[in-house]
């Protein structure tokens, strides 16, 4: 019968050192005491700890607590300096970033138009996006959030054209950035990153299993799976603007890029085309969807007021029908949790559109899971690309103290 191995001095420090860091990250500035109480560890082990960190450059002195008459105490606090991060989102418009220390306080921000630019100039790009928002010299790494999907096996972006994304079909695109710009890069689909804020920050929070929709201009999904994202193969998993949907043009009929499938059924386009035929408008989809709401729910007793909400209401329900399709699909292979409703459309349909989707859905399935919208405020692909970053970084920096 085998042993099990009993732990090194180096391991158990590095063990109480993490432990250490993680209740400094949590919890904020502690007292040496503290810090032991939290941890477990005695005053001298917690005292050689302190000591160990500091000259590692992880921790530092914020001051000292006043206590009872006489008493004094030395407050410690994670280094925010000790690594920076930053994320990306990448447009075919511009490019969004936000930098952020070791603890995820934002330092810096900025917005880089992209129309019209050649599409040789990647790296240059990226590293003017990262300048602009005051991206420290020392930057660690970056999660770039792009409109497609890496494969690991080519190295190169799919599920995305040239148009949509100039510049980025090039060969070894991560190894292409990383050398380029002299830090740590990831590249993930936008919609998987929107996921990663959910179930970090929103409705999402303590699932395991997890779908969620993405409805504006495009369509995408992610599938969160046992507590993780699950990207597919080739990189393309939630890619359901391309999945063929009954009513709808096939790849085979359009072309694989070309308008089809889901997409063509009750992406942005669609939308408007469904709203203007029951009356309503807007210049954007989710602008369309917001009259149509906001009309629904007219109680005015006006013989055109009431065929307006009556059409609205009509309208709606179409456009729920027809991403209830599309839902009912995911949710009979996944069998999901819970279902997140998210992206300009469906937020700008709220509880309204939300209740109507979710009452086609469980008329299709027998899997019925809950429909909730996404809770997670301003730009969701830098949420989710920034935790992604800050998980990776600190994983690193906390095992730092470990001898080599």
Do not use: C
């Not at 180096?10 to 109480?16: D, E, F, G, T, V």
């Amino acid at each position: 019968m085998n042993q099990p191995t009993p732990g090194t001095p180096s391991l158990l420090r590095a063990i109480n050192d993490r432990a250490a860091l993680q209740a400094l990250l949590e919890r904020g500035p502690l007292t040496r005491p503290e810090i032991g109480a939290l941890t477990g560890l005695s005053k001298p082990t917690a005292s050689q700890l302190l000591v160990r960190l500091q000259e590692a450059g992880l921790v530092v002195l914020s001051g000292i607590r006043e206590g009872l008459p006489g008493r004094t105490a030395e407050v410690y606090q994670l280094n925010p300096d000790a690594a920076h991060v930053a994320a990306l989102d990448v447009t075919p418009a511009h490019i969004d970033v936000r930098v952020a220390d070791l603890t995820g306080a934002t330092i810096g921000e900025h917005r880089l138009p992209t129309p019209g630019r050649p599409g040789d100039e990647v790296v240059d790009r990226v590293r003017a996006a990262l300048e602009g928002a005051g991206a420290p010299a020392g930057l660690r790494r970056a999660v770039i959030g792009v409109q497609g999907a890496l494969d690991p096996g080519t190295g190169r972006l799919g599920y995305a054209t040239s148009k949509d994304m100039p510049g980025w079909h090039i060969p070894n695109l991560v190894p292409t950035l990383s050398e380029g710009l002299g830090i740590q890069i990831s590249v993930e689909n936008n919609v998987n990153l929107v996921a990663q804020a959910e179930q970090a920050h929103g409705v999402g929070h303590g699932h395991q299993d997890f779908v969620l929709l993405w409805a504006d201009e495009g369509l995408g999904s992610a599938l969160v799976i046992g507590g993780r994202l699950h990207r597919g193969a080739t990189g393309g998993a939630g890619e359901v603007g391309y999945m063929p949907a009954p009513g709808a043009p096939t790849a085979r009929e359009a072309g694989r890029y070309a308008n089809h499938g889901y997409q063509a059924l009750t992406g942005g386009p669609a939308v408007l085309k469904i709203l203007r035929s029951y009356g309503l408008r807007g210049a954007t989809s989710a602008q369309a969807v917001r009259n149509a709401v906001q009309a629904a729910g007219n109680t005015t007793t006006t013989t055109a007021a009431a065929k307006r909400a009556d059409d609205a209401r009509a309208g709606l329900r179409d456009i729920a029908a027809r991403l209830a399709v599309g839902l009912a699909s995911i949710t009979s292979v996944v069998d999901p949790e819970l279902i997140v409703l998210t992206g300009g459309t469906l937020l700008a349909g709220g509880d309204t559109l939300r209740e109507l989707v979710e009452h086609e859905l469980h008329a299709l399935t027998i899997p019925r899971p809950p429909l909730l919208l996404s809770t997670v405020e301003g730009n969701p692909v830098l949420a989710g690309a920034l935790d992604l970053a800050l998980r990776a970084t600190r994983d690193e920096v906390f095992g730092s103290t470990v001898p080599s």
